[in-house]
């Protein structure tokens, strides 16, 4: 079976090893003697961010919700952040609103650039409040593995869940972490390092 949908934007972005970054696609890597290309670089993703932008005005509008939006680069990826009241709706149950806005979002500027996009979509601030619920479910798995030296499963996670998790146990050392399964799944497996 040949796959021939739209790229997935979010596959290089939610690796899951704890690898260096991968160059947006059509962005050259960086190096010390390329500091014109890097501010090419980041105008590209503010340009992102922007049709991202545009793109969620526009379903805001139709929705009749009122936010402001803000579009930034951090991070070496294009992001868009919506804030007001009223935008719940817009998060879903544990954030799978969130996460098909997004990839309507993406799709919006790879329509647009020809390219995909890492753009990451945050609503209400959800992502950085459950970054920090996720730091704190990692530090409580490390903490098992390290009081009963054996593995512990965590409950299926998004991607991008996976990834807040696996950053914080590959910082402490004598445990690591692995993702098993198949989405939507698919989850974390801590265990002591070897």
């Not at 390290?146 to 996976?162: C, I």
């Amino acid at each position: 079976m040949t796959d021939t949908s739209i790229p997935r934007a979010e596959q290089p972005l939610d690796d899951e090893e704890p690898t260096t970054a991968a160059p947006v696609v059509g962005e050259p890597e960086e190096t010390d003697s390329e500091a014109p290309s890097k501010a090419a670089g980041e105008s590209d993703l503010f340009r992102q961010s922007e049709i991202a932008a545009d793109y969620v005005e526009g379903l805001l509008d139709i929705l009749d919700y009122d936010g402001d939006i803000d579009e930034l680069v951090s991070g070496g990826r294009p992001v868009v952040e919506v804030v007001g009241g009223r935008l719940q709706n817009l998060v879903g149950q544990r954030g799978a609103t969130l996460e098909a806005l997004q990839e309507l979002a993406r799709l919006a500027v790879f329509r647009q650039t020809g390219s995909p996009s890492r753009l990451l979509l945050d609503v209400g601030g959800y992502r950085a409040n459950r970054r920090k619920e996720l730091a704190a479910v990692a530090r409580n798995a490390v903490e098992k593995v390290k009081e009963h030296g054996e593995a512990v499963r965590l409950e299926p996670m998004s991607a991008f869940e996976r990834k807040c998790v696996h950053d914080v146990v590959n910082a402490i050392d004598g445990v690591e972490s692995e993702s098993e399964g198949v989405e939507p799944s698919r989850r974390i497996v801590v265990r002591p390092a070897d």
